[in-house]
């Protein structure tokens, strides 16, 4: 039997739909119940937890973890039960624990992104970047409507890529890590987060498309104009790069000269000097 130790747990969401209270009997199995009923006390473990003394907290920890490995022993093949647990336990900081059971469902149903996901950031966070490496792509090809994996997908070429040349030449790589991101933006337009590291994602990959990348960075300035005065002058640095690469220098300086945010003046005087550089040779 796992021993749960004491954490401070904030928060967790975990939606779970069953039927409805009309015909519930003949319309959910029993084992639909149980772990419907282990998610109604999960649930209601998180939205009261940290009001309770300690030792009763531990208590009705352990009394989860019980439920969980209760209904496991009688469904040991139910993918759902062991997503769920897994998540609960990697919130309770029990990973290796949580893993197991991400790799169980794995073993059962191979087309789950989220457990693909979830076993990618396990090798990740215990330095095993080669094997973390395939469960992101399989995330991406189970999930291609979901934004999250693409962009996690590329941060993790981008932050690894140096490991990963092992695997992959860099000019492969890079080509995935940009695409990643491109996807990310693609599915999820009003998220700025995703559009400005997809606009980044042009300086980080040498075959990237320069008009391309000013049209992503011009994008960012229009779609995004309630950002903040740091956030615009640092869009208008982005796009100053792009017009550099693209030879139009007078358009990059003009830009350059509304850019006042002090914190930026040094990147700002960069640029400045390379144009100047650029002029008197």
């Known amino acids: 039997m796992q021993r749960f130790p004491f954490r401070f747990i904030k928060s967790i969401f975990i939606f779970y739909m069953i039927a409805s209270v009309h015909g519930y009997?003949?319309?959910?199995?029993?084992?639909?119940?149980?772990?419907?009923?282990?998610?109604?006390?999960?649930?209601?473990?998180?939205?009261?937890?940290?009001?309770?003394p300690?030792?009763?907290l531990?208590?009705?920890?352990?009394?989860?973890?019980?439920?969980?490995?209760?209904?496991?022993?009688?469904?040991?093949?139910?993918?759902?039960?062991?997503?769920?647990?897994?998540?609960f336990l990697k919130k309770a900081g029990h990973p290796e624990d949580?893993?197991?059971?991400?790799?169980?469902?794995?073993?059962?149903?191979?087309?789950?992104?989220?457990?693909?996901?979830?076993i990618g950031n396990f090798f990740v966070e215990n330095g095993r970047v080669i094997e973390a490496f395939p469960f992101f792509i399989y995330a991406t090809r189970l999930e291609p409507n979901e934004p999250s994996y693409h962009y996690n997908l590329g941060s993790f070429i981008y932050i690894f890529e140096d490991q990963l040349s092992i695997v992959d030449h860099n000019e492969n790589l890079g080509e995935l890590m940009h695409q990643s991101f491109k996807q990310a933006a693609s599915l999820n337009p009003e998220d700025f987060d995703y559009q400005l590291r997809f606009a980044q994602s042009f300086f980080d990959f040498n075959h990237s498309n320069f008009n391309d990348g000013l049209v992503a960075w011009e994008k960012l300035l229009n779609d995004f104009s309630n950002r903040t005065k740091k956030e615009t002058d640092y869009i208008k640095l982005g796009i100053?790069?792009?017009?550099?690469?693209l030879n139009r220098s007078e358009d990059a300086l003009n830009l350059l000269s509304s850019v006042q945010t002090k914190s930026l003046f040094h990147s700002k005087d960069v640029l400045i000097q390379k144009i100047l550089s650029v002029r008197n040779k």
């Open 58 to 87: 531990l208590r009705q920890a352990q009394y989860l973890v019980n439920q969980y490995e209760s209904y496991l022993c009688e469904n040991p093949k139910d993918v759902n039960g062991l997503i769920l647990f897994g998540k």
């Open 25 to 52: 009997a003949e319309s959910v199995s029993l084992s639909e119940l149980k772990l419907s009923k282990i998610i109604e006390l999960q649930q209601s473990f998180f939205k009261n937890g940290t009001a309770l």
């Open 240 to 245: 100053a790069k792009m017009l550099i690469k």
């Open 54 to 56: 300690k030792e009763e």
């Open 98 to 118: 949580a893993f197991s059971k991400f790799w169980q469902a794995d073993q059962i149903n191979p087309n789950i992104a989220v457990t693909k996901q979830q």
